[in-house]
C-alpha cells in the first residue's frame, strides 16, 4: 500500500509530454494490479457519457480479450451500470450472481467476456460524469476488499488530477469530435435546467432528432421535441427534482419532421459553481415501444376475450400451483367470485371428490403433454347448486418446460337437462306414434264392424222381399246398433280431435241435474233393454223431493257421463251400475259411477286416463273400443275445473268419482217444472202424442231425406207440421204468431239458419228454437246459442234425443 501511494505521488509529480505520462499511468496500472491481483486494471474517460476520448488499461492475459468494452458504458441497453454510475458510487460485483436478476444486458456482457469480478469508481470532474476505474478478474472471483476500494479511490483520484486539463479541453471543443464512435444511438445531452435549452449534445443526435448537434446546442430547449402535455411525469420530474438523485422515464419526441419517437431517458440534476444542469443519456426505443404497445394492444384484447368468453377459463402456474386466471363465466359456474380464487390454490377452492378426479387429469397432462377431455361430471357449486360440466385441460410450454395449465370449463346443465328431454320426447313421440297406429287400426276395425251391419242388412232386406217379420225386425234392430255405434265413434273421434287441437271450449248455463240424469238414466235402460243385457241401473240423487240446478256446461257433463257409463256396460257383463251425485259443503257437485264389471288390475290403472290406452290389449278384442272415452273425460274434468279419480278392483268392478265446481241451488220440483222421462217407451208415442195436441211445429230445411224423416216422424204424432226451405221464408212465417217450436237447419240458401234466428229474435223472444245441424265443435255449439238458439241437436237425429228436447221447451216456454 505504501509502494502504490509513493507511486501515484511520483506520478502527480511527473512533468512529461502525453506519451511519457501514458506509459508513467500503464506502468501504475501494472503494478496496483499485481498489488491487488487483478488480471485487468484500466481507467476511461469519457465525453459526457457518449465518447470515450482517453483510455488506459493494463492486462496480465492477452488470451482474455474484451469485445466492444466501451458497450457497457456506453449503450442504454445497460440500464442498472448506467444507474450506478449515475449515483457516483462504488460498484463491487464479486459474482455475476451479484447482479440484479433483471440486469440481463449486463449479466450477457459478463458471460460473453467471461469476467469473474469488477470493481468500478465513477470519476467526476466539474460536477458531472467523466469517466472510470475499474478492475477486473477472468480466473476466479474475487471478495472486494476495503484495501481493494481505498486503492482504486486513490487511484481515481489521481488519474482524475492528471488527465482533468486533457477532458476540459476536449470538452471546451465544438463537441463534434470526429471518432469511430460517433454514430452510436446512444445521446448525452446537457441543458441548463432554468432555460431548458441544450447546451451540449453527442453527434448521434442526429439519427432521433434529425437535427445536427450544432442546430440544436444553445438554439433548442426540451420543449421543441418533447411535449410537455405528452410527458407530463418527466418535466414534473425536472421541477420536483432532489439534487444528485438519478431519474429514469420513457418520453415522447416529435423530431424536426414531425416524425413521433420514443426515447428512454435517464438523467440526474447537477450543480457546479452555482448552476445547475440537467446531464442525461437517452436512446431510440420507437421499436421496443411499438412492440410493447402492441403487446400491451394484444394483451388487453386477450384479457377482454377471455374475460368475456361464455366459456370458464382458468390458468393455474405449475410451479405455484396457484391460478393467475379465473374469468367471468368461471365465476358464474362455480360460485366463486375471481378474488376469492386467484393466487389460491386447489385445496382452496374445490370439494375433495372433484378435486381427486381434477388432479388425476392434470397428472395425464402433466406427463403426456397433451390436452385432457373430461366428459361430463356432477360439480356442486359454492352456494351448492348442482351443474353438470366438462372439462378441457391443455398444457402451456414456455422455454421447453410446463409452464401452466389453461382449462377450458363448460356448464352443460341445460344441454345435457334439454338432451334427455329431447330422448325423453323422442320415446314419447315414438309411443305416441305407435299408440296412434294401434288407434288407426282398432278405429278402422270398429268403422267397418258396425259398417258391416248397417250396409249388409240394409242390402239383404232391399234383395228380399219374401223376408219373414221376425227376421226383418232382428235385422232393423241390428242395423240401428251399427248406426249408433258409427255415432258413438265419430263422436269420440271428434271429442279427440278437439283435445288434440285444444278446441274444446265451456258454455256455462243453469241447468236441472236430476232433469239430465234421468233423460241419461232413461237412454241407457232402452240400450241395456235392446242388448238385452241382464245390467240394473240404478240413480241417486239428493233432495228426491226437491229440484237441484247447476251452474256448469251441461253438454260437456253430458259427454263426461255417456263415456263413463258406455264404458261400465261394455265392461259389466251382468250386475248393477249405480249413478249419482252429492253435494260438498263448498257447492261442489261429486258425481260417481260405480259398476260391478271386470275391473281393472294396479298395473294397467295408472295409464287408462292416457289417450289411446286400454287396461288390457286382450280387453281391446273381447270389448272393442278405441281407447279415448276416459281420456276424453279427464281432459273435460279439468277443463271444468275439477278433478276424477277412480278405485278399481280386478275381477270386483270399478268406481268413478269426478268433482266439478260451480253454484248450486235447490228448488221445488213445480218451480222448475220437472220432466221425469226415466219410465217413457220413447218407440210409443202416445205419451207425447196427448201431450202435444194442437201444437204447431216450423221444420226450416231444404233437404229432402230430412223433410221425409220429419214427415214420418211426426206422422203418429197429433201436432201440425209445417215445412219451409230457407231462412227468409221462416222469418216471414214467424211473423204470424202461432208457431209453438222451430227445428231450424243451419245451412240452407238465400238466408242460412243463423242469420234467420238473429231475424226472428228481433220480434219474439218467446219461441223455442232448435237448431239441427251437422256441425259437431265447441266454436259451432257457441255460434248457434249466440244467434238465438235455445239448443241444438246434432245429426244423424236421435229420436229419443229429439223427443226430451221438443218436450222441455214446449212446456219450458209457455
Known sequence: MKLIDQMLLELTLFNGDQESVAKKIIQILQHVADQQKVERCYCKFFDNHAICNISYEWQADNSFQIENPIDLFNFGQYEWALSQINKFEVSAIES??????????????FTKNQIKSMLLVPIEIEGHFG??????????????????????????????????????????????????????????????????????????????????????INNKTLFDYFSKEENVDFFQQI?????????????????????????????????????????????DITDKKMLDLEHRKHRAFLEKLIENIPVGITVKNCDTERYDIWNKEMESISGIDSKNALNKRDEDIFSEDFLSKKQANERKVRESYKECYCQEEEFTAYDGAKRIITNTILPIEFENKLDSLLTVTQDVTETVEKRLELQSAKLKAEESDNLKTQFLSNISH??????????????????????????????????MQGAQRLISLMDNVINVSKIESKNISVIRTNFSLSNMLNEIIAHYRFDLQEKQKNIELNLFVPHQSKEVIFESDETNIRTIFDNLIQN??????????????????????????NDTGIGIDKEHSQNIFKLFRQSNGSHTREFGGVG??????????????????????????????????????????????????????????????????GKTILIVDDTIHIIKFFKAFFKHIKVNVEFVHNGLQAVERCRNNNIDLILMDVQMP???????????????????IIAQTAYAFDEDRMKLLKAGCDDYITKPINRRELLFKMDKYFWSKK
Open 96 to 109: 455475476i450472481h451479484n447482479l440484479p436478476t433483471d440486469a440481463y444486458p449486463e449479466r450477457e456482457f
Open 131 to 216: 469517466g472510470i476505474v475499474g478492475f477486473t478478474t477472468f480466473t476466479n472471483e474475487k471478495k472486494w476488499s476495503q484495501e481493494d476500494i481505498e486503492v482504486i479511490k486513490k487511484l481515481s483520484a489521481v488519474l482524475k488530477q492528471i488527465i482533468s486539463p486533457t477532458y476540459r479541453a476536449s470538452i471546451s471543443e465544438r463537441h463534434s469530435i470526429p471518432s469511430n464512435y460517433s454514430g452510436l444511438s446512444v445521446i448525452s445531452y446537457i441543458c441548463d435546467l432554468r432555460s431548458l435549452e441544450f447546451k451540449y449534445i453527442t453527434q448521434s443526435a442526429f439519427e432521433v432528432f434529425a437535427c445536427y448537434p450544432h442546430d440544436i
Open 239 to 283: 421541477t420536483n427534482y432532489v439534487p444528485n438523485i438519478s431519474y429514469t422515464c420513457d418520453v415522447k419526441l416529435k423530431d424536426s419532421i414531425n416524425k413521433i419517437k420514443w426515447l428512454r431517458n435517464s438523467y440526474r440534476i447537477c450543480s457546479h459553481h452555482g448552476k445547475h444542469s440537467i446531464q442525461g443519456f437517452c436512446y
Open 446 to 479: 270398429e268403422f267397418r264392424t258396425p259398417l258391416n251391419a248397417v250396409y249388409g242388412f240394409s242390402e239383404f232386406l232391399k234383395s228380399n222381399k219374401s223376408i219373414s217379420t221376425e227376421d226383418r225386425d232382428e235385422y232393423l234392430t241390428l242395423i
Open 568 to 593: 261400465a256396460i261394455k265392461f259389466t257383463e251382468s250386475g248393477t251400475i249405480d249413478i249419482g251425485f252429492s253435494i260438498e259443503a263448498n257447492k261442489n257437485i261429486i258425481f260417481m259411477i
Open 628 to 693: 279415448v272415452g276416459l281420456t276424453i273425460c279427464h281432459k273435460i274434468v279439468l277443463l271444468l275445473g275439477g278433478y276424477i279419480t277412480f278405485e278399481s278392483d280386478l275381477g270386483r268392478g270399478s268406481s268413478f268419482l269426478f268433482s266439478l265446481p260451480g253454484n248450486v241451488s235447490v228448488v221445488d220440483l213445480a218451480d222448475n217444472n220437472n220432466h221425469n222421462y226415466s219410465h217413457v217407451d220413447i218407440y210409443s208415442t202416445d205419451a207425447f202424442s196427448e201431450k202435444w195436441t
Open 750 to 768: 238465400v238466408m242460412d239458419g243463423l242469420q234467420a234466428t238473429q231475424k226472428i229474435r228481433e220480434f219474439n223472444t218467446k219461441i223455442p
